[in-house]
């Protein structure tokens, strides 16, 4: 039996740009519920619309530790997460040891892993 995305929830992070349209163009066709992330909430909420009403957009700054726990909340409250994708870059400068954690998350060895180590709340048990 083929997997199914119908009624997953999909958290693309990078949610403004061109690749994540395409994809959540995609996965809404598949029947997932999709949510565009992104630091820039207007450009994110602009990409959303443009895709559809069913978009939900949402703040997300990977170099921002009180984003990342915000939408980690957010993601929480609304039921979990299915899947992510992240079609984000990162550019981190700043003393070694406050790029460690960042270092970790943008190098995961599995989804299951990012989730883990970079959105302890929300990872599964």
């Given at each position: ?64 530790e009180e984003s990342i726990q915000a939408a980690a909340d957010q993601v929480r409250t ?48």
């Amino acid at each position: 039996m083929p997997y199914s995305l119908k009624d997953k929830r999909v958290l693309i992070v990078g949610g403004s740009s061109d690749i994540a349209a395409a994809l959540a163009t995609d996965l809404l066709q598949e029947g997932a519920r999709v949510t565009l992330a992104g630091r820039n909430i207007e450009k994110t909420t602009v990409a959303a619309k443009a895709i559809g009403d069913a978009v939900r957009p949402m703040t997300l700054d990977l170099s921002d530790e009180e984003s990342i726990q915000a939408a980690a909340d957010q993601v929480r409250t609304a039921g979990g997460l299915d899947h992510l994708v992240s079609v984000a870059t990162e550019r981190s400068n700043g003393p070694v040891a406050s790029l460690e954690r960042r270092a970790r998350c943008s190098r995961p060895s599995t989804p299951r892993s990012w989730v883990r180590s970079c959105w302890p709340s929300t990872s599964p048990s």
